[in-house]
């Protein structure tokens, strides 16, 4: 048995992952931590800007006939809101999570590809350029986020506002897949020795299921936005009713995405929430096995279920009664981590920092949001309440109460872990208050305009409808959400600076990233930790074990097996590279060229194959063997 | 900087191999991982053009001959063949035989870049132009879809056969021409759902 | 509130059994989520009575109780949700049992952002053409098949039955069974492009006897002007740039690309439910349709101040 290191070690394989300084340092870095803080960074502005947008909208609707907004502005504005809230927002600001906090909670210094982690974002970030430069000049998607044919094809949908909305895609979802491989693979092979299936923190499992789910559903958007931009682009005619295309085939291959992407976004808030209801209710989840296998439940369930998205469509009654069944269902997995949750609370000693009043303001409001779900699962109600205000509703029950919330709560729970200082649980509690009470006042009218008829997706309604009442309340409460979410970003930045100082365990919490200092060192952990339980650090809390032997001078990680995670090699892992920036510009290029000609793909195609070569070029000798090698 | 908790050792890894092959290699997990992703691609493609199938009377709609067989018979003969020298390149890799590999994958870029012969003269015989009708654009989907596969491929062979020939291989490199053996048996394989939608779907319908 | 245009005031058969299964859903998931909340309530109860402080972490506690607890609330989802698929599935074999039916046949047809519509002429078998507002007769099911011309609109009357897209390259069949009689407000429910938020028409539910008479007066030509005045509106009309694309039937305006005017003065509103009708509004429809309704395909047409008078009065007297 050897020695931990000693301190000069530790100093040295601090140097060996440390970055370049400066701007260098900040275009070539593999760091997840860094990856993932330029994710959440630009997640927070892009929500601000989606919530200005919210609240543009709600002002144009809060009284009958109002006359602030033009169509043409309003249709932009829900285009943008929704395709960045769905696209730009929930799904990436999911993935960053897992970048960020995977490894830590492995015990790991890096991802399984940690070049490709810094492609997806810089390819993400050129998808968030994509929508949002075109929009500074006027050119803005205005067909909502999903932009059906035919009203999105040739014929209906003249410029290119339907192209960048459709390249913004190809952008993010390329982007996604490459997050979701990375996250995947790294939980499949990078577990702490030890740590078999059975003992994955349910967020790592939440993650990676997420991850296979983004790999079987994304292609289908990516291949239908294509299939779009050709029929726009190149007369191609999937979707030309009049030579034997289709335009429900649209909806088909968008809601085979579409509806798995909820519970893409949906898992790994439950993770958090698994996560949080743990350490807050000190003791370990119960119903831990009940819990994954609910996760594998509906993701399962996920792809069984797009058609409900469509039943007004007049697809024929079978269909119905099949997809009506199978969605329903999901309210079983969905209805039993729930009880685990309360059940963990109930017997636990629960403390109520803010982190764990997220979940609690998850659980009232996610729940409505669940069980209107239900309803608009039975596909007869569906035909009444679908494209009008209870869909509205109930969305954002599940995607803002369901997800975001959640996600504030993690937000709360690592931010201490990410800065090394404590937020203000007095900022926290007033902005927790706001956000939900003011989202729940804002949304639960809309139900009830939905039933009384309002549909989705109009600019503005005339006195006689009686709907005024409720809209001017829905805007009251949005704006009240609004203000708390301001309080909130603005909690962050005071604490950054003037925060208690966290220690690297503030909260007691049961998962390996508690184990290393707050922030974390670039290379995460001096010694690879060993996993004897869920909990380690409630069942090692005297010392943590751990193992030594890897390398000190350069970068390497530990790959162990995929069910048991016993040991089987260290693997040399990347060291910063410009190459994942140069090959994300060269996509770009490519994406953007293909907006205006076909040809791109080929030309364009050169230099991505040049960047993609100098990223993979191994770095080795010259050949001093074979007929090249060189003669000394 | 140290761990923020004391530790205790329990084992170390510095006995373990720095590198490994197959299934325990993690680069083969991320193939692996975007083999999944163009394979649900490729379903979602062949789920659309039997989709449109059978919504339409008639396929090919009526005036439209079927793509002509005898080069895409070519073609696939030449990829069932390509397994063959395919399947040996990976065993010298899997075997760490320096000489093997790098003659290996300059002869799988050859007969790739032969392969593609047959597969251009494929697209003047397809006797349908994606604008015509939506046969017309599956059909070409279909098969850029699977070309894009096979021309990324046979880049990336002939980009590892550069590199074998100039360098030094290590352990990491014959796990590399493994991976890329594996792909080209993937895009091989593909080809067959693929390439029966295209020519033999067409000539039931 | 306003029931014109709700899903809770049902006002037909279609609606109605909807309508059952709504609250039958509300009542089943509003009594889980109050089970929600009180586990939630139970849970935060105990924590505050027993005030524990934070200690050792309790790991892998026993959880016998808890177990048998979490199998009881599987049990209890599963009853639940057989009683709401149970009750889904027999709403929606009623609704489809009214395809059975022998049926008023009419043809609707979405259009950006109007609805044409055309009734089966039960003396002709011809077909009657007007244009947003939908008659139908009570206790009878009318059978409305949906097409589109242009993109994917969704034909909805809440009051009266679920809604149906209407798409390009097929025909939707939806039956309506009004149970009640008077007027009501259908809506385009699928976002159609700029004006998707004026794409309404108004549906008039009669007994059968007023219905047939309505009816059988839209089968007849356009009336003829009344007075002088009128007489030059209908010149106005039908001999300028509006009978290029609207027709009065017995007068020279054929076109066909806007909705029809035969009968346009005993309509309830003007341009697919955004003005009421008036001869104020049929005078500013003319003059600004980009102002009133921005983007609709209506261009603007100017009339001198005389022009556009006798116009509006002519077209009020098409009753």
Known sequence: MTEPLTPEQADRLAVSWRDAPGLWGFLTTVDHKRIAARYILTVVLLMFLAGMLALDMRLQLAWPDMGRMTPQLYNESFSLHGSTMLFLVSVPVMEAMAIWLVPLMLGQRALAFPRLAAFSYWLYLGGVLMLWVPHAFGITPDLGWFEYPPLSGPGYGPGHRVDIWAQMITFTEVAALAASVNVVATVLKMRPPGMTLARIPVFVWSQAIAGLMTIFSLPAVMLVTSMLIADRLVSTQFFAPSAGGDVILFQHLFWWFGHPEVYIIFLPAAGFVSMIVETFSRRTLFGHVAVVLSMLGIAALAFGLWVHHMFAVGLPRLGNDFYTAASMAVALPAGLQIFCWIATLWSGRPRFDTPLLWVLGFIATFVIGGLSGVMAASAPLDQQITDTYFIVAHFHYVLIGGAIFPLLGAFCYWYPKATGRLMSERLGKLAFWLIVGGFNLGFFPMHLLGLMGMPRRVYTYSEGMGWGPLNLVATLGSAIAVAGGLVFVANAWWSRRHGAPAGPDPWGGSTLEWAVPSPPPQHNFDHLPVVDSLTPLWTQKDALQVMTGLAIERREVLVTSVIEATPEYRQKSPKPSIAPLLSALAVTILFIGSIFTPWALVWGAVPVAVALVVWFWPQRERARTGPLRVRR | ?205 | MNGLQSALAPAGEQAAGIHGLFWLMMLVCGAMYLLVLGGVAWALWRAVRRRRTAGEPAINPPDVGLNRGLLGWAGLIVVGLTVVITASFLVERNIAAARARDALEVRVTGHQWWWRIQYRDPRTGGWIETANELHLPLGRTTRVALGSADVIHSFWVPNIAQKLDVIPGRINLLDLTPTRPGWFRGQCAEFCGIQHAHMAFDVKVDPPESFDRWLAGQANAAAKPADPVAAHGQRVVTGGQCAMCHAIRGTPATGRAGPDLTHFGSRRSVAAGTLTMSRGAIQGWIAQPQALKPGTMMPPVALSGADADAASRYLMGLQ
């Not at chain 2, 163009?38 to 379903?43: H, I, L, M, S």
């Not at chain 2, 096979?150 to 590892?160: F, H, K």
């Not at chain 2, 056969?161 to 100039?166: E, G, I, P, R, S």
């Open chain 2, 1 to 205: 900087m140290s761990d923020a908790r004391p530790c205790k050792v329990v084992g170390d890894v510095s006995d373990l191999p720095e590198s490994a092959s197959g299934a325990k290699h993690l680069v083969w997990w991320g193939n692996i991982g975007f083999m999944a992703i163009e394979g649900t691609a490729f379903a979602l493609a062949a789920g659309t053009y039997l989709y449109l199938m059978s919504q339409t009377q008639g396929w090919p709609p009526a005036g439209t001959r079927p793509p002509d067989l005898f080069w895409p018979a070519v073609l696939t003969l030449g990829l069932f063949l390509s397994e063959i020298p395919n399947l040996w390149v990976r065993r010298r890799a899997i075997a760490k035989d320096e000489r093997g590999v790098r003659f290996g994958t300059l002869g799988m870029t050859i007969l790739g870049l032969l392969l593609l012969i047959p597969r251009g003269i494929e697209f003047a015989h397809l006797n349908v132009h994606w604008s015509d009708n939506a046969y017309g654009s599956l059909t070409w989907m279909l098969i850029i879809l699977h070309t894009s596969h096979l021309i990324t491929d046979i880049g990336d062979t002939a980009v590892q056969a550069v590199w074998l020939f100039t360098h030094e291989v290590g352990d990491d490199q014959f796990a590399d021409v493994e991976d890329n053996a594996n792909y080209w048996t993937f895009v091989v394989l593909s080809w067959l759902p693929v390439g029966a939608l295209i020519y033999l779907a067409p000539r039931l319908g």
